[in-house]
Structures are given as C-alpha cells and as structure tokens.
C-alpha cells in the first residue's frame, strides 16, 4: 500500500517553529510533486504548499507566503515544510500529499492521488 507518513507535529508558542517531514512507505518521492495541506475541523482543506518534481518550482498560500518553506531531500527520500513566525491560526492538521506521478507544483487537492495521515499542529502560549 503506497502512503505517506508525516512527523514533527505538536505545540508550538506564537512566533516559534516547527518543522514536519514527510516519509513514503512504498516508493520513492523522486518522480512526485508534494504538497502540503492543513485542514481544521469543519472547514475545506487547503492547500498550503507545493513543490515540484523538480524542486525549482514552489507556491504558497498567502497566508504562509514568507514564514514558510518547502523543501525536498531525494537522496533522503523526505519532504519537508519549516513553519516560522507561527500564529495561533496556523493550528491545525497538516497532511503530506504526493501526485500519482510527475506533475508540477499545485495546491488542489484534486491533483494528489497519496496522503498521510495527518500530523496536529497546535499554536498556543
């Protein structure tokens, strides 16, 4: 079973840092674009990052634009999203997602065929 598997969720002050990771069992990222989702309960889940295949193509949400970087490691096999500045609204749970193969960068849900199953994020002092 191809999946995904995030870590480096947890509680985190206002104005600190977190960084998740994203794992694959069962293939490898190389040939996959990521993406990085957050979801609160009762609300639709956004998209908050996306990197390319490639690496050399990256978008972020407005709301993170500046605090926070995606990044990928293919020799590690591993996704990451560094969060900085944090705020109380970036509580949530973030998902690590993966194309079925290639693809450029993109932050709709619809474009990604594998997920995690989630890592909580809480911002609270």
């Known amino acids: 079973q191809l999946q995904l598997v995030e870590s480096g969720g947890g509680l985190v002050q206002p104005g600190g840092s977190l960084t998740l990771s994203c794992v694959p069992s069962?293939?490898?990222?190389?040939?996959?674009?990521i993406g990085w989702f957050r979801q609160v309960p009762g609300k639709e889940r956004e998209g908050v990052a996306c990197?390319?295949?490639?690496?050399?193509?990256?978008d972020y949400a407005d709301s993170v634009k500046g605090r926070f970087t995606i990044s990928r490691d293919n020799a590690k096999n591993t996704a990451r999203l560094q969060m900085n500045k944090m705020k109380p609204e970036d509580t949530a749970a973030y998902y690590c997602?993966?194309?079925?193969w290639g693809g450029g960068c993109s932050r709709a849900r619809s474009d990604y065929d594998y997920w995690g199953q989630g890592t909580q994020v809480t911002v609270s002092s």
């Open positions: 997602a993966a194309t079925a």
């Open positions: 069962g293939f490898t990222l190389e040939w996959h674009a």
């Open positions: 990197i390319s295949v490639s690496g050399d193509g990256t």
